[in-house]
C-alpha cells in the first residue's frame, strides 16, 4: 500500500520539489504567500498556473477627504489614512481590486460598452500587477529558486508583457522551459467557456499549440505539462452545470456538477504521457488523478478564503508523487 | 451590465469583467433544501412518541422539543457563519484543522464518521419494522388478509432486519457506482416529494379532520382485521398492567426529553457550498442555516399539533407501556406514520404516509454514503489516508473504493442493531454531538488563530472589543454543552453516565483513536518524505 511505501529517494536525495499553485484571481495576500513558498515548503521550483489577475473592481468613490465603498453589500466610509488602507487591504485580500473614483468617473463606467469595460478593467489590474512583478523581483533573493508564472484564460492582454519584463519571474506560457533533468511545456488558454473570457480557443487549435510544442521535447518521461484546463472528464473538470443566465443548475438542493475540461489536453496526454501534468481553471474540482502513466493534479482554488491551495510535486527521475497544501 | 449593485437599481458599488467562475450565488432556496433533507425530523417525531411510554412519561415533548431547538439555534448561526469564512471547503475537518489544529480536526471529523457509520444500523433497522414490516401490517389492518400479516410479521425477525438492511445498503451504495452521482440526484428529488407527502402533509390533514373518537373506532377495526377485537380497551388494560397511569407534566423529566429532540440538530448544517465566489451578501448561509432550523421547528410543530389531537398522551403513554400482542400488534408498537395511516381510515393514504416515511430512511443511505466518502477523499487528499481511498472510476465517477468501506461498515452495524443491543436508539448523539461541540469551541479560536481570515470576511465586526464569531461560537459550546448534559443525565439516551457509562468512554476513544491515526500516518509519511504538517502549514501574508 502506498501509506506504507518508503521513499527510496525523495526530494532531498536527488530530486526536485516543485510547488504548483493557479487561478489567485488578483488576490494579493495569496501572491505574497506564493512568494514564500520556496522557503516554507523547501520547493526549488515554483509555477503558477494562470489565471493571476482579479474579476471585480469596487470602486473608492470620493466624498471630501474620505472614501465611500459598497463590501459585500453593504456601505462603508473610511475617513481616515488608516482607515482606507484597512478598507484597501480587505478588498485586496477577497481578490478584489480597490480603485478610488470620483462618482461621475463611477457613472461613466457604468455606461460603457461590455467591450470598454473590459479595456478599462485591464488598466486596472496591470498597475497592481506591474507590482506583485516588483514585489517579487524583491522577495525571490534566492538564485537557485525558479518561478515561473503564466497568465490563464481569464487574465486580460498585457499580463505576458509585464511577466516578460520581470526579472526573477521567468515566462513559460507557449514555450518549453527546463530546470533539472526536466523540461516543461505551457499553455494559458482554456477551451471555449459559456463566460468569453480573453483567452479561450477552440479544440482543435489547443490541440495544435500544445502538440507543437511537445514534439519538441525527446524524452517525455521527464516532461511537464503546465496546461492551464485540465483533460475532459478527468474528475479534475468537474463544474457546476450553467444555463443561459449562467446561474448555477442545481438538483435536489445541489449543483450539478458536469465535466467542462478539454478533450485536447485529454488527447494530447494520451498520446504522449508526460510524467506530470499540472491543471488549474476549475477551482472546486481539486483532485489527482492518473492518465495511463501521467500524474494530473488540479489543486483547486479557494482565492476568496485567503488561503492559496497548491500542490507540492516530488519529482524523482520519471516518477512523480505529490501533496497537497493549503496555506 | 453585471455590476452587483446595478441591478440592485443603485449606484455601481462593484464591476465585474468577463471572467470564468462569475456565477450568480445559488438560491438560499436551494441551501434551504439541502439542509432540510438531511434533517431526520421524521424520525426524530417517531422516536419521540415510539419512546415517550418508555422513558420520557409525563415530559411535555412540545416543550421539549423547544429547549432543543433553542440549544441548536447558537449552533446553526455559528455554522452560517463559517461557512460564509470559508465558504466551500467543506465542514469541521477543515474549520476545526485551521482554527485548531490538523489532527484535532481529523479526530473530530473521523469521530462524526465513525458515528455517522455506527448510526447506519439504526436507519436500516428502522426502516425494516416501520416501513416494509409496518406497511405488510397496514395492508392486512385494512384489508384483512393474513398474506399481508405474515408479509409483515416477517421484517420483525432478527434475521430479516438484517437482510432487508444489508439488502438497502447495497442497493444504495449500487445506486452510486452504476449509477453515479447524477442518479442518486434524481432519486433524491423523487423521494423527497413522496417524503414531504407521506410524512408531513398527509398527516396534517389527517390531523384536521380526524377527532380521537375517531381514530379510537378506526384503531379498533383496524386490529380486529389483525385478529383483536376492541383493542383500545385491551391496550389500557395492559398498560394499566404493566403500571401506566396518566401523570401531568413534569419539569425534570421534559428537560431529559430534550434528548430525543437533540436527533435534529447533529445533521442541519450541511450546507458550505453556496457561495459566490465573490462574497456580495452574507444572508444565504443565514437564511439556510438557521432557516433549516426554522422549517424543522415548523414542520415539527405542526405534526405535534395534528398528531396530538388525534392520538394524546395517554394513548401513547400506554403504547409504551402495554405488551403490542396485548391489542394485536404482535410485531411491536406503531409508529407514527402507522398510527397515522389508521387514523386515516384509507389504506391508500396509509401506503403513502408509510412508503413516504421508508424513502426519508432509505435515502438517507445514500446521502450519508455521501457524506462519509467525501470526508475519506479529504483524508486522502491530505495523505492522512492512503491515495487509493480516492480513486474514482472513470466511467461512472464514483469513489468507488470509498464506497466500499463505507458499505462493509454499514453492513456491520445493521448486524448490531439486527442482533445486538450494544446501541440504543439514540446512543449515536453523544459521539456527533462531541463534533460540534469542538467545532464550536473552534469559532471561538479562529478569529485569534485566523485573524485576517475573519477579519477580511462579512463577520470581522466586534462586540466590546470580543469578535462576533467568537460570541455566537461561545453561545453555541453553551447550547452543544447543554445538550451533552442532558444526553449524559437522560437514561433514554442509551449514553448517560448513569445507565450507560460505557457510551462516554468509547466517544472518547473514538476521539482519541482519531488523533492516534492522525500522528501515527504523519510519522509513516515522514519517512516517505512527506511532511503532513506542510499540509495545514500557514504562509506568511506579508
Not at chain 1, 493571476?52 to 465603498?69: N, Q
Not at chain 2, 405488510?136 to 384489508?143: E, L, N, Q
Not at chain 2, 459521539?431 to 470581522?460: C, E, H, K, W
Request: with cysteine; aromatic share 12%.
Amino acid at each position: 500500500m502506498p501509506l506504507f511505501r518508503r521513499h527510496r529517494a525523495g526530494s532531498g536525495n536527488g530530486g526536485l520539489r516543485l510547488y504548483y499553485a493557479s487561478d489567485i484571481h488578483g488576490t494579493e495576500v495569496l501572491w505574497r504567500k506564493f512568494l514564500h513558498a520556496p522557503a516554507v515548503y523547501g520547493a526549488r521550483v515554483i509555477v503558477m498556473g494562470g489565471d493571476v489577475t482579479g474579476k471585480a473592481v469596487i470602486p473608492l468613490v470620493e466624498e471630501g477627504d474620505a472614501v465611500v465603498a459598497e463590501v459585500f453589500g453593504e456601505r462603508e466610509r473610511a475617513a481616515t489614512p488608516e482607515e482606507r488602507a484597512e478598507l484597501e487591504h480587505r478588498i485586496r485580500s477577497n481578490g478584489m481590486y480597490p480603485h478610488v473614483m470620483a462618482a461621475t468617473d463611477v457613472e461613466r463606467v457604468a455606461a460603457l460598452t461590455e467591450d470598454e469595460r473590459e479595456t478599462w478593467f485591464a488598466g486596472v489590474m496591470r498597475e497592481t500587477f506591474d507590482r506583485w512583478m516588483a514585489l517579487a523581483d524583491e522577495r525571490l533573493t534566492d538564485p537557485e529558486v525558479r518561478c515561473f508564472v503564466m497568465p490563464g484564460n481569464d487574465d486580460p492582454p498585457g499580463v505576458d508583457t509585464a511577466i516578460e519584463r520581470a526579472t526573477r519571474v521567468e515566462a513559460c506560457d507557449e514555450r518549453v522551459v527546463g530546470f533539472g533533468a526536466y523540461r516543461m511545456l505551457s499553455l494559458g488558454y482554456s477551451n471555449l467557456t459559456p463566460f468569453n473570457s480573453p483567452r479561450e480557443l477552440d479544440e482543435d487549435e489547443l490541440y495544435t499549440r500544445v502538440e507543437a510544442m511537445a514534439t519538441e521535447i525527446d524524452d517525455q518521461s521527464t516532461c511537464i505539462f503546465n496546461l492551464h484546463v485540465p483533460p475532459y472528464d478527468s474528475q479534475l473538470d468537474s463544474a457546476p452545470e450553467l444555463d443561459e443566465d449562467l446561474t448555477v443548475v442545481t438538483a435536489a438542493g445541489q449543483p450539478k456538477m458536469i465535466p467542462v475540461g478539454s478533450t485536447a489536453v485529454r488527447e494530447l496526454i494520451e498520446r504522449f504521457q508526460p510524467v506530470l501534468a499540472l491543471h488549474g481553471h476549475v477551482h472546486e474540482s481539486r483532485g489527482a488523478t492518473r492518465i495511463g502513466r501521467t500524474l494530473c493534479i488540479n489543486p483547486g482554488s479557494d482565492y476568496h478564503t485567503g488561503r492559496i491551495s497548491g500542490v507540492l510535486v516530488h519529482l524523482n527521475r520519471d516518477r512523480a508523487d505529490y501533496q497537497f497544501v493549503i496555506g | 451590465m453585471t455590476t452587483e449593485a446595478a441591478r440592485a437599481g443603485t449606484a455601481p458599488g462593484l464591476f465585474t469583467r468577463r471572467a470564468t467562475g462569475l456565477v450568480r450565488e445559488a438560491r438560499t432556496s436551494d441551501a434551504l433544501f439541502y439542509n432540510v433533507m438531511w434533517a431526520s425530523v421524521a424520525l426524530a417525531f417517531a422516536f419521540a412518541w415510539l419512546l415517550y411510554g418508555f422513558f420520557y412519561l409525563g415530559s411535555n415533548m412540545v416543550v421539549a422539543f423547544l429547549i432543543a431547538s433553542a440549544l441548536g439555534l447558537p449552533g446553526a448561526f455559528l455554522y452560517a457563519m463559517l461557512s460564509q469564512i470559508m465558504p466551500r471547503t467543506g465542514g469541521d475537518y477543515v474549520f476545526n484543522s485551521r482554527s485548531m489544529h490538523p489532527a484535532i480536526g481529523f479526530a473530530g471529523n473521523f469521530s462524526f464518521c465513525f458515528w455517522l457509520a455506527i448510526i447506519y444500523g439504526l436507519y436500516t433497522t428502522y426502516m425494516t419494522t416501520y416501513g416494509f414490516g409496518a406497511f405488510g401490517r397496514m395492508m392486512a389492518g385494512f384489508t384483512g388478509s393474513t398474506g399481508w400479516l405474515d408479509f409483515g410479521n416477517w421484517f420483525s425477525h432478527d434475521y430479516a432486519l438484517f437482510i432487508t438492511g444489508t439488502v438497502a445498503i447495497v442497493v444504495s451504495a449500487a445506486v452510486f457506482i452504476v449509477g453515479g452521482l447524477r442518479l442518486f440526484l434524481r432519486l433524491q428529488v423523487v423521494t423527497f416529494f413522496i417524503y414531504i407527502l407521506g410524512t408531513f402533509l398527509l398527516p396534517v390533514i389527517v390531523g384536521i379532520f380526524q377527532s380521537k373518537t375517531g381514530f379510537a373506532a378506526n384503531f379498533n377495526d383496524y386490529a380486529a382485521n389483525l385478529g383483536t377485537n376492541n383493542a383500545a380497551l385491551h391496550l389500557a388494560a395492559s398498560a394499566k398492567h404493566a403500571g401506566f397511569a396518566p401523570t401531568g407534566f413534569g419539569t425534570e423529566i421534559t428537560l431529559k426529553s430534550v434528548s430525543v429532540f437533540w436527533y435534529v440538530f447533529g445533521f442541519l448544517y450541511a450546507s458550505n457550498y453556496f457561495a459566490g465566489e465573490i462574497r456580495l451578501r452574507k444572508r444565504a448561509h443565514l437564511l439556510s442555516i438557521p432557516g433549516a432550523l426554522v422549517v424543522a421547528v415548523v414542520f415539527i410543530g405542526v405534526l405535534f399539533a395534528a398528531y396530538l389531537g388525534v392520538t394524546g398522551y395517554v394513548f401513547n403513554g400506554e403504547l409504551g407501556f402495554a405488551n403490542p400482542a396485548a391489542y394485536g400488534f404482535t410485531a411491536g408498537a406503531p409508529a407514527y406514520p402507522e398510527i397515522m395511516a389508521i387514523a386515516s381510515g384509507s389504506w391508500v393514504w396509509g401506503a403513502i404516509m408509510i412508503v413516504g416515511f421508508a424513502l426519508g430512511l432509505l435515502i438517507w443511505l445514500p446521502q450519508t454514503m455521501l457524506l462519509i466518502s467525501r470526508s475519506m477523499f479529504a483524508w486522502s487528499f491530505d495523505r492522512i489516508m492512503p491515495a487509493r481511498l480516492s480513486y474514482v472510476d472513470s466511467r461512472t465517477h464514483s469513489p468507488v473504493i470509498a464506497i466500499a468501506i463505507v458499505t462493509v461498515l454499514a453492513i456491520g452495524s445493521t448486524a448490531i442493531y439486527a442482533f445486538t443491543d450494544w446501541f440504543s436508539t439514540l446512543a449515536v448523539l453523544l459521539g456527533l454531538s462531541f463534533t460540534l461541540l469542538i467545532t464550536a469551541i473552534g469559532g471561538i479560536l479562529l478569529p485569534y488563530r485566523q485573524r485576517a481570515m475573519v477579519d477580511n470576511s462579512p463577520y470581522a465586526r466586534r462586540i466590546a472589543g470580543i469578535p462576533v464569531v467568537s460570541l455566537v461560537a461561545s453561545l453555541s459550546v453553551v447550547g452543544f454543552g447543554l445538550a451533552i448534559a442532558v444526553l449524559l443525565w437522560d437514561p433514554g439516551s442509551g449514553s448517560s453516565l448513569s445507565a450507560n457509562p460505557g457510551k462516554l468512554w468509547l466517544g472518547l476513544i473514538v476521539l482519541g483513536a482519531g488523533l492516534a491515526i492522525y500522528f501515527v500516518s504523519s510519522a509513516i509519511r515522514r519517512r516517505q518524505g512527506i511532511d503532513l504538517s506542510l499540509a495545514y502549514r500557514e504562509l506568511p501574508p506579508e
